[in-house]
């Protein structure tokens, strides 16, 4: 049975957003229906970024849609969140995509770029002329990238870097990557650098064997004695604030893409509940069992909306704390985790197949809730701020 994608609104939702914000959401939302849906389970199943969306997602004006001028679109943040939402929709693997484009790559050359390092990339990376990468995490420091071993030190007016990064999104098709790396000639300070994926002792190697974002790329990165000029040192960054900055706005747009996850599983085990029948001829939707997971999905749904939309207000208002953002990337992953794992049951035997798009969300949101901060440091980011105390 095709089910087909009807929104999800309980609280009169769309009534909080502007003419415009609803137009972002309606023209991502057509997108994703009309270019997305009809081959994300085939990209799925042969684990295939859809490379073919970049050129007409840059069209939309989806990469760097937050930042202005240099060819970005100058959306809101929330109008950028409803993006993000639509996108995830449909995949987060491809919302990934553009999370990192945008806001992990875009972003800090935006951030702590020089203007010649703007002027050369930023018009680039919203075309989707040049693709990038950031590349943060190691092989040993994950929750904790303030450990770090990459390294740069500077000889001449180069640099060069050296080390490992690990579970990099879009390692191998990165033109260009934001390495974060400890420079020996400011006693380790952390820094942000440009790495162009072409020079010499720069290796991206795929990670195989993902049972989760299956339509995205995910590289290990090896840098061995690459030498980059010294003008690629982003000026502005510095210490692990730099890099923790990014994160707040790529964790903000996972906060409404989680949303866009939980309504498409729960709008999908809705329509089945009421088609699917089971014992005299009824709906499983009659039954109590299946609407307390209906009552439970669109309740938490409808709470995570009203989460990330205040925060989005708040980050409009440049109020946003990264506690705030914290709290709607842990609630709302775990809420859209949830309901995955309740409309899948709901499906019964078909919940694991991928006619259906729930199993692929399912697994999807497995990652999800893991990068940007695990579900846990989140708890220990907002427990530091309600206590003073840090338990990290
Ligand atoms: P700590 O000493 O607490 O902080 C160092 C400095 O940074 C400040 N700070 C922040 N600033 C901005 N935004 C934030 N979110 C910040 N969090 C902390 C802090 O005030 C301090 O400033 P200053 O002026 O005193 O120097 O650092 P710590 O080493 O104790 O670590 C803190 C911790 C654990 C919260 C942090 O390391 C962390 O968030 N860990 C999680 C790592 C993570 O999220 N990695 C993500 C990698 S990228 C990725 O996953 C991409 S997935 C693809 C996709 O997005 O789709
Ligand atoms: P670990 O840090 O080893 O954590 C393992 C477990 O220990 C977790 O449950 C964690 O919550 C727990 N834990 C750790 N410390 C504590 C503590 N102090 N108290 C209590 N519990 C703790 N990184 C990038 O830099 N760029 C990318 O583009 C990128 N893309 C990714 C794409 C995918 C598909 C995935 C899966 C990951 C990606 N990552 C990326 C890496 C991601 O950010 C890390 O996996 C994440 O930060 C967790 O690190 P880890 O996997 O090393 O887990």
Redesign the pocket.
């Known amino acids: 049975m095709a089910i087909k994608f009807r929104g999800v609104d309980f609280l009169e939702f769309d009534a909080l957003l502007s003419d415009d914000e609803r137009l972002v959401r309606d023209t991502t939302r057509r997108f994703i229906e009309d270019n997305l849906i009809p081959i994300i389970e085939d990209c799925n199943r042969a684990g295939r970024f859809p490379r073919e969306l970049v050129k007409p997602m840059a069209d939309l004006g989806f990469f760097g849609a937050s930042l202005k001028g240099y060819g970005c679109a100058g959306m809101s943040n929330v109008e950028y969140g409803l993006v993000t939402q639509e996108l995830e929709r449909g995949d987060s693997g491809v919302r990934?995509f553009v999370?990192?484009q945008s806001a992990?790559v875009m972003y800090p050359i935006s951030a702590f770029g020089s203007e010649e390092q703007k002027q050369q990339w930023l018009p680039a990376l919203q075309k989707g002329e040049k693709l990038g990468c950031?590349g943060?995490?190691e092989p040993d420091f994950?929750?904790?990238?303030?450990g770090m071993r990459t390294r740069a030190r500077r000889v001449g007016n180069e640099y060069i870097l050296n080390g490992e990064k690990m579970w990099i999104?879009s390692g191998s098709i990165a033109d260009v990557a934001i390495i974060w790396a400890k420079n020996e000639e400011e006693d380790d300070n952390i820094r942000g650098f440009l790495v162009e994926t072409n020079r010499p002792g720069f290796r991206a190697e795929d990670i195989h064997g993902k049972w989760s974002l299956r339509a995205s790329v995910t590289s290990s990165l090896s840098l061995q004695d690459v030498r980059i000029p010294q003008s690629n040192l982003l000026p502005a960054s510095g210490?692990?604030?730099s890099p923790?900055?990014c994160?707040?706005q790529?964790r903000y747009g996972?906060a409404w893409g989680a949303v866009g996850a939980a309504m498409a599983c729960y709008d999908c085990a809705l329509q089945y509940s009421l088609f699917r029948k089971q014992f005299r001829d009824q709906p499983i939707a009659s039954h109590q069992l299946i609407q307390e997971k209906l009552a439970w999905m669109i309740t938490e749904i409808a709470k995570a909306q009203l989460l990330v939309l205040q925060v989005g207000r708040l980050k409009d208002q440049d109020k946003a704390g990264?506690q705030h953002i914290s709290m709607a990337k842990r609630n709302n992953v775990w809420m859209a985790l949830e309901c995955a794992r309740m409309s899948r049951d709901i499906l019964g035997a078909n919940g694991v197949a991928d006619e259906y798009p729930i199993f692929r969300h399912m697994a999807n949101l497995e990652s999800v809730k893991t990068?940007?901060?695990t579900h846990d440091?989140h708890t220990l980011?907002i427990g530091q701020a309600v206590t003073g105390i840090?338990a990290?």
């Open positions: 990934s999370s990192v992990l950031f943060l995490t994950g929750s904790n990238p303030g999104t210490g692990l604030k923790l900055m994160l707040n790529a996972i990264h990068y940007e901060g440091i980011i840090d990290f």
